[in-house]
């Protein structure tokens, strides 16, 4: 660390993070903001953003710091996002303006910088006219060509400015008068490259450049980071065999750099008991190496998940998500050590594998529960839209949390908010009882299925899925508590068929007890096919939320004033009104063919 610069504990940093303004009690900041981390400085640089409060952090900020703004918040994907670029560049030279820096400071950071950033920054939308040598019109047909803009004379006489009269390019222009005003020259030299650049050649050039400075943040591209899912070896995990290269720890370098002020923040973020015990055997040292494997561990799942760098809500969530895996591969790796306190063994495989070995080590039965929710959702007998659009909850909930890279459980699924990213649809999946959990869940989306179609279930054709008028809203529990209403009918025929409001008041009458719970028919009829299945193990859970379902539908219907049943207030049932443009076009089908 250069000399002067000073650091912060975890403890300070955390605090000025959740209180940046807080910055302004302290006289030491031209030695403080440069030892911040990139992502910490714009972390900062948001917040202060909102409270107007620039001033406590641009002025000291280092040009790779500031660079790291643009670099974080400017881009979406592969192209830079003008507007946001611009908005920071309009802030930061503001900012310069308003504390007088002193002449010079605003060129000179551009130029270390990178000008050409601040080039394809500004060059969109903006046009430039050049004064022609002997031609005293040259003005006055600037002008005439730029009616529609908000024009902007540079001081040097030398060129004609025009923007879109908009806040983007407004901002343009002040970006523009403010590099004039630092140094004549300069402001120059950049409304000719204006000019005379070509945004593609610089934008593919500035992305490069860009993926390079990520990659020194521990953003690899999205081919390296995905390499983070792939488990591990069941005998490298154990130590029976060395760890590849790509896991060695960084406790190999016997002087490690000192760690980045947020390495050790992150770790405390969201802790996860076994983690967090070992973590305390951990000596300063070692703490300080492991924050910076996790750190880097972030990152790198930021970037395989192409969370976009810097977004204050993604790193949490990556946090989050980081940690519960780890804690999920100590807790494979304490089943393997037949002793009381596995801590010793631990804390030797963290030292051998180091953070991102972990990971991969709770990644394995991630990887399997993927596949297996992959190979239902490709069967096709539960997604539609979606994967496992056709699933009740809970099971299309999970199943759509399942499939991704990095498997996940519905949020709604734990009450543990306090581990979750805010507002997150999903939560990890931290410990071998939650995968447990996740592969029951699994199996039992299954055995719906199986129940709905199978010959030795309710024998349903599949065709019933796209009779619906809206498809997009069906589940197969819908199918199922048809069946079974329709298969208790007096009459019956047995097999599926849209039910009518006469059907419905039977039902309410006759499949509900003086208690309004459902007679036992109606749930030994589910148990009884599951059976069949091979499934019992999941008739419980099946019956209970369908029968739930049922008893609700069923004792919530809703009447006219002439005491009928409104068809279009039952919920899920299938009723005759559901499948409405089926029946009049099978209708007029038999009509034209008579």
Request: glycine residues 8%; proline residues 6%.
């Amino acid at each position: 660390m250069a000399k002067g610069i000073r650091t912060l504990t975890p403890r300070d940093l955390a605090a000025i993070i959740k209180d940046p303004v807080s910055l302004e009690l302290r006289d030491d900041l031209p030695e403080l903001i440069p030892g911040l981390s990139a992502t910490t400085f714009v972390t900062l640089a948001r917040q202060l953003t909102k409270e107007q409060r620039l001033d406590l952090l641009i002025p000291h900020g280092a040009p790779e710091q500031i660079r790291a703004v643009i670099d974080f918040d400017g881009w979406r994907g592969d192209r830079l996002h003008t507007p946001a670029a611009r908005a920071w560049l309009s802030r930061v030279a503001s900012c310069l303006r308003e504390q007088q820096a002193r002449r010079g400071s605003l060129t000179a950071l551009m130029e270390s910088m990178d000008m050409e950033l601040w080039v394809l920054a500004l060059m969109a939308t903006t046009a430039v006219a050049e004064a022609e040598p002997d031609d005293d019109a040259w003005r006055d047909r600037a002008l005439a060509t730029m009616q529609s803009l908000a024009t902007y004379e540079t001081p040097d006489g030398n060129y004609i400015v025009g923007v879109p009269d908009d806040e983007v390019g407004r901002e343009a222009m002040a970006v523009i008068d403010a590099v004039y005003n630092d140094d004549l020259s300069t402001g120059a030299k950049l409304v000719r490259f204006i000019k005379y650049s070509l945004g593609s050649e610089l934008e593919e050039a500035q992305y490069r450049w860009r993926a390079g400075r990520l990659a020194d943040e521990g953003f690899p591209s999205w081919e390296e980071a995905m390499r983070l899912f792939v488990p591990i070896s069941r005998n490298e995990a154990r130590g029976d065999q060395p760890p590849s290269d790509a896991d060695a720890p960084a406790s190999d370098d016997p002087e490690p750099r000192a760690p980045r002020v947020d390495d050790e923040r992150l770790l405390s973020l969201h802790p996860r008991p076994l983690l967090s015990a070992l973590l305390e055997r951990l000596n300063p040292h070692e703490r300080g190496v492991r924050g910076r494997e996790f750190l880097l561990l972030v990152n790198e799942l930021m970037a395989a998940q192409r969370f976009e760098p810097g977004d204050d809500a993604s790193q949490r969530r990556a946090v989050d998500q980081a940690q519960a895996t780890l804690n999920l591969g100590l807790e494979l790796l304490a089943a393997e050590v037949d002793e009381r306190d596995p801590m010793s063994f631990l804390h030797g495989r963290m030292n051998a594998i180091g953070m991102r070995g972990l990971f991969r080590v709770g990644y394995g039965p991630l990887a399997r529960l993927r596949k297996a929710a992959l190979a239902l959702h490709k069967s096709g007998q539960v997604s539609l839209t979606r994967p496992g659009s056709l699933l009740d909850r809970p099971w299309g909930p999970w199943l759509r949390a399942l499939v991704e890279w990095l498997p996940e459980r519905p949020a709604s699924a734990t009450s543990d908010g306090a581990n979750r990213a805010a507002g997150a649809a999903t939560a990890p999946l931290d410990s071998r009882a939650s995968v447990r959990e996740a592969t029951e869940i699994l199996a039992q989306a299954g055995a719906l299925a199986r129940l709905v179609f199978d010959p030795r279930g309710f024998k349903m054709d599949p065709s019933w899925v796209t009779r619906v008028d809206d498809p997009a809203k069906l589940r197969l529990g819908d199918l199922i508590r048809t069946a079974l209403v329709h298969e208790q009918l007096p009459g019956s025929a047995g097999a599926l068929a849209p039910l009518t409001v006469d059907d419905l008041t039977w039902a309410r009458t006759h499949l509900l007890d003086a208690r309004g719970q459902l007679v036992p028919a109606v749930r030994d009829a589910i148990t009884e096919r599951l059976r069949r299945l091979d499934a019992d193990e999941h008739a419980d859970a099946i019956a209970d939320t369908l029968g739930t379902r049922l008893c609700v539908e069923l004792s919530g219907l809703e009447e006219t004033s002439d005491g009928v049943i409104e068809l279009g207030k039952v919920g899920g049932l299938l009723t005759i009104q559901r499948i409405s443009v089926w029946l009049k076009t099978g209708i007029d089908s038999n009509a034209s063919g008579s």
